[in-house]
C-alpha cells in the first residue's frame, strides 16, 4: 500500500484482504505489543467487513459489519502515536483519539470506550455517520503517506463493544442542584445536552414533538446505516441516568417555551433541528410521486414503510424510475432507500460535479456498488406529468463548471439547448431545509436571523432571550451530528454557569 | 397513551370521540387540529378537534371511517386508548365581527365546522349554517349546530331530510337573489368545497376553506401537506389549515390525496378480510396482536 497517494480517501482503495499476517502483534494478552513504527507504517488500512452489495440493495439491514476485535487491534497499531495528535484538534468535539486507540491496541476495549465517553456521549452514532474524511482522519499523520488510521471504524467498534457486553459504566451523579432543565427536541443536539447536564446534576426533561425519540437519528438516517436500535440504546442509557423523556409535545403549540419557564424550568436548550424542506421551484413540483427528502424517508424509516403491511404507505417504486435531486448525506440515503424498495433505476442528479458533493465519501461508494447512477452537472427545469397528474418525467440542462463563486466552488453553468427529458415516476428532493417557524412564531423576544435560524453565540449557546439557549441545526442551519453535539455539549456547559451563578 | 372517556356512533361509520388530553384541551383554538396515531405500529393521521372540556381535559374528535386506520379508530370504545395524540396543530382560523356569517358543513365536515360556527356565534356574527350529507343518517350535529346558529338549512343528497340537493344550491339560490353574507366558510370533500368557492366568487365574497390533505408530521418537518394557494406552495399544517378558498388549487389538492389510492385500498381489504374471518374479539387485542 505504500503507493497510495497521500490523503486519498481509504474507502475506495483499501485492501480487501481482512487481517495480511506480518506484522501481527505479538501476543493478543493486554499490554502494549512491540511493534516498531516502520513495522506500523506496513500494515494497510483494514477494511470493515461489509453486506456484499447485491445483497443488501434488497435489504434494510446495516450495510456495514464493523470490525472484529482482531481487526480493531491490527486496525490501532496502524497509528504511531504522535506526541501532538491532529487528529484530536480535528474532531469538533476534541475525543482523545491518540489515547483510545493506543487502549484498543492494547486490546483494553472498555478502557477505550471510557477514554470516548468523556467527549463524546453518543460514540456509537458518531462512529457511523460522522464525516471523518473531512474531521479527524483528514489531518492524520499516518495518512500524510499512507491512508489515514480508519478513527471512525475503530470509534464504532468500541462503541458497540461495550454495548453489546453490558460494559457501560453506571454514572455516579452528584447530588441534585434542585435546578430543572427543559430540552426542546430530541435529536443529537438535545441528547447531548441532556446527557451533560444530567451528569452536572440537574433535573432534565426533553420534549419531542414527534412519537419518537432520536430525531434525524430516527426519522431521517435509515436503518441500513444507523440501526433504530443503537439510538433508542443510547436513549434507554440516558433515561437510566435519570432524564425524562415528553413524547408527542410541540413546544410553542402543546406548551409555549414561556410556559415552561413559568412552570419550573429554570433554563430551556431550543434543539429543534432544521425542518422545513426546501423545494426546487420549479413548475410541477407538486405532481403526485414527488416528495421532500424529508417525508420520503419519514415513511420509510419513522413509519416503517419499507414493510409492505405497514399501516404507513410510501409510493410503489418497485420496477420504477427514481431521480434524487442533491448530492448530500440525505440524497444518497433517499437514492440507496429507493433503490432497497426496488426501484429499477435509482439514479443522483446533481447540479455540481462529484467533487463536490457534500456526502460522506463512504456513502458515494457504496450507493455506487450497490447500483446508484450518478449524473452530475444537472440542473433540473421543470417536471411534466401525465394526463392524471402523476409524474412521468423530468426536464433537465447539462451544465459545464464555471468560475468560482462565493463559496469556492466552481459555479455550474447550463449550457444552451442542452435541454433533455428523463423519464422518471418518482422524485425526491434533497437540498437542504429552512427553519421550522414554530418556535418563531410563538416565542416571543427571540431573535432570528433572515434564514429563520436561531441567533445564539457559538460558544455558549446563548440566544438573545436571558435563560434561553440553543444549538444544533435551529441555529447553523443543516448541518452534522457531530456539530450539533458540540453545540449541545458547550450550551450545557454555558446552562450550568447560568444556574450557578444565576447571571446572564 | 390517552384514554377514550366517551365513544358514541352519530351515524353509521361516522363516530365521536372523548379523549383525555387536558394540554390540548386546554390550548385548543378553532380550526386547529390533532395527529393521532392509534397504535404503536400506526399511521400518523391529522383530525380537527371539534370541541374541548376543559374541566374535564378532553378534546372531542369526529371520525369517519373511511380507510383502514379510521375506521380502525372507529372500533374503540369508551374504556380504551389511542397511542399517540399531539397537538393542537395548525393555526387557529381567524374569527372577527364581520355581519353575516354562512358556515357550510358537508358530511363529517360538520364536525370540523362546529367549532368555526361556535366561535362565530359568540363572537356576535350572524350565523347561517348549511348541513349536509348524502342522507339523513349522515347529517350530524344537527342540534349543536342549531344551538349557535341564527338560522340553519338541511340539504340531502336524496331528499331523505331538509330539501334535496347539495348544499351549496341554497346558497347560490340566496346569492342569485341579491343576498350578500360577509364571510362564507366551507369544510368538507374537496368537490363541495371547490363548488362553494365557485359560487361566491363572482361576488367577491370573502370565502374560507379548510384544506385536509395528506399529512405525516403535520409539524412543518416533510412537506407532505403541501398545496397550492394563490400560485404559492403552502405547507397546510404550518401554514394552514384554513385559506382563502378562491386562490386554492383544489384539483392538485385532490390529486395529491390520491397519492396512495391503491396502498389504502388494499390496506383496508387486508383490514377488513382479517375482522370478517375473525370471531368477535375485543379490537384493543386484536391490534396487540398485529404487532
Ligand atoms: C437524511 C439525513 C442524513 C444525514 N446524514 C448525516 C450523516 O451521515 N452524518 C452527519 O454528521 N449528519 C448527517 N445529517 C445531518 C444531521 O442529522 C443533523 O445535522 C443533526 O441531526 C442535527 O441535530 P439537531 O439535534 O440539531 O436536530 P434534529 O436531529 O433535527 O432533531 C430535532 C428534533 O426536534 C424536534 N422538534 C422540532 N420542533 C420541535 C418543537 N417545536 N417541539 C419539540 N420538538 C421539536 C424534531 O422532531 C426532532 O426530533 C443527515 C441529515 C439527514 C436529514
Ligand atoms: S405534514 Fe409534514 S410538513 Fe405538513
Avoid at chain 1, 492524520?140 to 453489546?164: H, M, Q
Avoid at chain 1, 447540479?351 to 461508494?365: D, L, N, Q, T
Amino acid at each position: 500500500m505504500s503507493d497510495v497517494k497521500p490523503g486519498q480517501d481509504g474507502g475506495a482503495q483499501e485492501q480487501a484482504r481482512p487481517a495480511p499476517a506480518p506484522p501481527a502483534p505479538s501476543s493478543t494478552d493486554g499490554g502494549s505489543p512491540k511493534i516498531s513504527a516502520k513495522e506500523r507504517m506496513k500494515i494497510p488500512r483494514q477494511k470493515m467487513p461489509e453486506q456484499d452489495a447485491g445483497e443488501r440493495s434488497r435489504n434494510f439491514k446495516e450495510v456495514n459489519l464493523g470490525f472484529t476485535a482482531e481487526l480493531a487491534r491490527m486496525e490501532a497499531l496502524r497509528c504511531i502515536q504522535c506526541p501532538k495528535p491532529l487528529c484530536v484538534a480535528g474532531c469538533p468535539v476534541s475525543v482523545q483519539i491518540r489515547d483510545f486507540i493506543q487502549s484498543v491496541a492494547e486490546g483494553d476495549f472498555a478502557g477505550a470506550a471510557r477514554l470516548i465517553k468523556i467527549d463524546n456521549v453518543l460514540p456509537a452514532i458518531c462512529g457511523r455517520v460522522c464525516p471523518q474524511e473531512s474531521q479527524c482522519e483528514a489531518v492524520c499523520t499516518v495518512g500524510k503517506k499512507n491512508d489515514p488510521v480508519a478513527i471512525g471504524r475503530l470509534e464504532r467498534f468500541v462503541a458497540d463493544y461495550e454495548r453489546d457486553n453490558r460494559l457501560q459504566q453506571v454514572m455516579d451523579l452528584p447530588a441534585p442542584t434542585g435546578k430543572k432543565v427543559g430540552i426542546v427536541g430530541s435529536g443529537p443536539a438535545g441528547l447531548t445536552c441532556a446527557a451533560d447536564l444530567i451528569r452536572m446534576g440537574h433535573a432534565v426533561t426533553v420534549f419531542e414533538a414527534l412519537h419518537e425519540l432520536g430525531g434525524v437519528l430516527v426519522y431521517g438516517i435509515p436503518e441500513f446505516r444507523l440501526p433504530k436500535e443503537i439510538v433508542h440504546a443510547e436513549i434507554d442509557g440516558l433515561r437510566q441516568l435519570g432524564v425524562e423523556f415528553v413524547t408527542n409535545a410541540v413546544i410553542g403549540l402543546t406548551d409555549t417555551v414561556d410556559e415552561l419557564l413559568q412552570n419550573g424550568y429554570d433554563a430551556i436548550f431550543i434543539g429543534v433541528g432544521a425542518g422545513l424542506p426546501y423545494f426546487l421551484d420549479i413548475p410541477g413540483e407538486n405532481l403526485v410521486g414527488i416528495y421532500s427528502a424529508n417525508e420520503f424517508l419519514t415513511r420509510v424509516n419513522l413509519m416503517r414503510a419499507y414493510n409492505p403491511t405497514s399501516d404507513t404507505p410510501v409510493f410503489r417504486v418497485q420496477g420504477k424510475d427514481v431521480a434524487v435531486f442533491g448530492g448530500g448525506n440525505t440524497a444518497m440515503d433517499a437514492v440507496r432507500t429507493s433503490k432497497r424498495l426496488g426501484a429499477r433505476r435509482a439514479m443522483i442528479l446533481y447540479r455540481r460535479s462529484e467533487a463536490e458533493m457534500p456526502a460522506r465519501i463512504e456513502e458515494v461508494h457504496h450507493a455506487k456498488e450497490e447500483g446508484v447512477e450518478f449524473h452530475t452537472l444537472i440542473t433540473p427545469l421543470e417536471f411534466v406529468g401525465d394526463e392524471s397528474g402523476w409524474l412521468k418525467s423530468v426536464r433537465c440542462l447539462r451544465n459545464e463548471l464555471g468560475e468560482p463563486d462565493s463559496s469556492g466552488r466552481r459555479r455550474p453553468v447550463p449550457v444552451k439547448g442542452s435541454e433533455h427529458d428523463i423519464p422518471i415516476e418518482m422524485a425526491v428532493i434533497a437540498v437542504g431545509n429552512g427553519s421550522n417557524p414554530i418556535i418563531r412564531q410563538t416565542t416571543p423576544g427571540l431573535e432570528f436571523t433572515k434564514r429563520g435560524t436561531i441567533v445564539a453565540d457559538p460558544e455558549t449557546g446563548k440566544t438573545t432571550r436571558p435563560g434561553l439557549f440553543a444549538g444544533g441545526d435551529i441555529v447553523t442551519g443543516g448541518a452534522t451530528v457531530i456539530l450539533a453535539m458540540g453545540a449541545g455539549r458547550r450550551a450545557a456547559k454555558s446552562i450550568d454557569e447560568y444556574l450557578k451563578s444565576g447571571t446572564w | 397513551m390517552f384514554d377514550i372517556v366517551d365513544a358514541q356512533f352519530l351515524a353509521p361509520d361516522v363516530k365521536r370521540f372523548r379523549i383525555r388530553a387536558p394540554k390540548i384541551a386546554a390550548r385548543r383554538l378553532p380550526g386547529q387540529f390533532v395527529i393521532v396515531r392509534v397504535h404503536a405500529q400506526g399511521e400518523r393521521i391529522p383530525l380537527t378537534i371539534a370541541s374541548s372540556d376543559v374541566n374535564e381535559g378532553t378534546v372531542t374528535l369526529v371520525v369517519q371511517g373511511i380507510g383502514r386506520t379510521t375506521k380502525q379508530l372507529n372500533e374503540l370504545e369508551t374504556g380504551q386508548a389511542v397511542h399517540d395524540v399531539v397537538g393542537p396543530l395548525g393555526r387557529p382560523g381567524e374569527v372577527h365581527k364581520v355581519g353575516t356569517v354562512v358556515v357550510i358543513g358537508g358530511g363529517v365536515g360538520a364536525a370540523i365546522a362546529y367549532p368555526t360556527a361556535v366561535a362565530h356565534h359568540e363572537i356576535g356574527n350572524q350565523v347561517v349554517t348549511i348541513l349536509g350529507g348524502r342522507t339523513r343518517d349522515l347529517v350530524i350535529l344537527e342540534d349543536e349546530m342549531r344551538a349557535v346558529s341564527d338560522e340553519m338549512i338541511i340539504t340531502t343528497d336524496d331528499g331523505s331530510l331538509g330539501r334535496k340537493g347539495l348544499v351549496v344550491d341554497p346558497l347560490k339560490e340566496r346569492l342569485e337573489s341579491g343576498w350578500r353574507p360577509n364571510l362564507v366558510m366551507a369544510v368538507g370533500p374537496i368537490p363541495m368545497m371547490r363548488a362553494v368557492a365557485e359560487a361566491t366568487r363572482p361576488y367577491g365574497i370573502e370565502t374560507i376553506a379548510s384544506l385536509n390533505p395528506i399529512m405525516v408530521d403535520g409539524t412543518g418537518m416533510c412537506g407532505g401537506c403541501r398545496a397550492s394557494v394563490g400560485g404559492k406552495t403552502v405547507f397546510v399544517c404550518v401554514d394552514g389549515p384554513e385559506f382563502d378558498a378562491h386562490q386554492v388549487d383544489f384539483g392538485l389538492l385532490a390529486l395529491r390525496n390520491k397519492t396512495y389510492f391503491m396502498q389504502e385500498k388494499e390496506s383496508l381489504e387486508r383490514f377488513e378480510s382479517k375482522i370478517a374471518s375473525e370471531p368477535h374479539r375485543c379490537a384493543l387485542d386484536k391490534m396487540l396482536e398485529e404487532k
